[in-house]
């Protein structure tokens, strides 16, 4: 981990030339370089050195909580690698300088939504609810992963040039995964004061919804100016768990009641009463300048209404409310496989989940699963094995929308075999199945499947009940912590 000071002219793994210094937070430092191979400007984004990580950090702690932000760190990387969407910067390349681990990712060119406020607050309807709505659209293509961002505030959104808003610092984003590690220092409360959902200012679970809080924060803000809280009426925590903020008309009594009431919805305290991204995109788009519009008076720069005044429709701009999610390529060609490579493949994927630390051996088996399985058949013992392996590195990493159909096509292929293994493995391949659609809201469903399954594990033979049995312990404690009731013990 490196000491010193990263200097302007530097070269970064051999081809970005660092030129100056676009940001710096508590966790990380931001820097503008040039990529002398394909002369385009990035980004890159550096783990800030250990003695400012470290500082106020208790010294029996530090090692650990070095390790942790490391790993932070690392994920985002992973996260971002995952997700393509014009409100979300797209991830080059990565690498660690001098022992310090660096991103490389789009360079943003624009204005930071806080300072774009304190030049034009309050923002009048049209130009705030262009910046809700983009924001909502990145959001909701982050939560298909699903990941939680946990920290949207206006520091954290950049409006470019273009007038795209942009979704920036995915460092303490959570993917949505039972068995994801959580990686939270001791005695901390993740998010920012003034934005954090109260579940999150409780310590409690954190799940897409505590994001749609946050954005009801930064709503109020874009069209009052003010936050829905402010610190001199009293302690910012505990204003957001108990108290309820003032109508928006208030402050702003030009903004439309419907939208006052979806503001009102997405503050409500308890997760389940606010509505999805989904739901916000539905209410705000009414609101949205219309195709061919006249530009905002006064006049904006940059214009965040222009990506929606010159399109003909809102599904014809990326940033509007559609996302795409970046899917692994899947080779058509046969006879390209080889076997020893992805027997070692699937070594080191067990190692790296070993470690639980899946890393690119899991990422290749996951590109190869459907090509194996075409070429070599759902039956060969080493198909079987990529299969696993690849479901269950994508399970640890929070990709819970790509692991259920592995896991769903496993538990089908052994459906109809008499062999007690197999049965045993068929069965916790389904209650993996419910794990993962867990995130997604389905947590009746996973409930039905743990109540069937622990009935049909009674009659395997004891050594094969007791692997089912396991899954099944797993799988009631994350219901039980998502608020759910079983009668599994």
Not at 56 to 73: N, P, Q, W
Not at 93 to 105: C, I, K, R, S
């Amino acid at each position: 981990m490196r000491t010193r000071e990263i200097q302007r002219d530097v070269l970064v793994g051999g081809r970005y030339r660092l030129e100056s210094r676009a940001g710096k937070g508590g966790m990380a430092e931001v820097w503008r370089a040039m990529d002398i191979q394909n002369d385009d400007v990035v980004a890159i984004k550096f783990l800030s050195p250990a003695d400012e990580l470290m500082s106020g950090i208790d010294t029996h702690y530090r090692s650990e909580e070095l390790a942790i932000m490391r790993k932070r760190f690392r994920r985002e990387g992973n996260l971002l690698g995952q997700i393509d969407h014009p409100g979300i910067p797209r991830l080059y390349d990565e690498g660690t300088h001098e022992g310090t681990p660096y991103l490389v990712m789009q360079f943003i060119d624009g204005t930071p939504l806080n300072d774009f406020l304190a030049r034009y607050r309050p923002l009048t309807v049209g130009p705030a609810i262009a910046i809700a709505m983009q924001i909502a659209s990145a959001l909701e293509c982050a939560h298909e992963r699903p990941v939680v961002h946990r920290d949207l505030k206006p520091q954290n959104v950049i409006v470019s040039a273009r007038g795209i808003a942009v979704l920036l610092d995915f460092g303490i984003a959570r993917p949505l995964g039972a068995t994801v590690t959580r990686y939270t220092q001791h005695g901390s409360s993740l998010g920012s004061p003034g934005y954090q959902a109260p579940e999150q200012i409780r310590g409690d679970m954190v799940v897409p919804k505590t994001d749609s809080y946050a954005l009801g924060c930064v709503c109020y803000e874009l069209l009052t100016g003010r936050t829905p809280f402010l610190e001199e009426h009293g302690g910012l925590q505990g204003q957001h768990l108990d108290k309820l903020p003032f109508p928006l008309e208030v402050f702003a009594p030009q903004v439309p009641p419907e939208l006052d009431e979806l503001v009102q919805k997405m503050l409500t305290k308890i997760p389940d009463g606010r509505p999805d991204m989904a739901e916000i995109q539905r209410g705000l788009r009414p609101h949205l300048p219309a195709p061919g519009s006249p530009a905002p008076v006064p006049r904006l720069e940059p214009d965040p209404t222009l990506p929606y005044r010159i399109s003909q429709s809102d599904t014809e701009n990326p940033p509007l409310g559609g996302s795409t999610v970046t899917q692994p390529r899947r080779p058509e060609s046969s006879g390209w496989l080889k076997v020893r490579l992805v027997e070692q493949d699937c070594e080191d994927a067990e190692r790296e989940l070993a470690a639980f630390e899946p890393g690119p051996a899991v990422a290749r088996l996951a590109e190869i699963a459907i090509a194996a399985r075409r070429e070599w058949g759902p039956a060969r013992p080493l198909v079987r094995r990529v299969w696993r392996l690849a479901a269950e590195g994508l399970r640890v990493l929070g990709d819970c929308g790509r692991a259920a159909p592995l896991y769903q096509q496993m538990a089908e292929d052994l459906a109809h075999s008499r062999d007690p293994r197999d049965q045993a493995a068929a069965l916790i391949w389904r209650l993996r199945v419910a794990e993962c659609r867990l995130p997604f809201g389905n947590g009746d469903l996973a409930v039905e499947t743990l109540r069937e399954t622990v009935t049909a594990a009674e009659a395997l033979p004891e050594r094969d009940a007791e692997m089912v049995r396991a899954i099944c312990r797993e799988l009631d404690t994350n219901l039980t912590e998502s608020g759910y009731t079983t009668d599994h013990g």
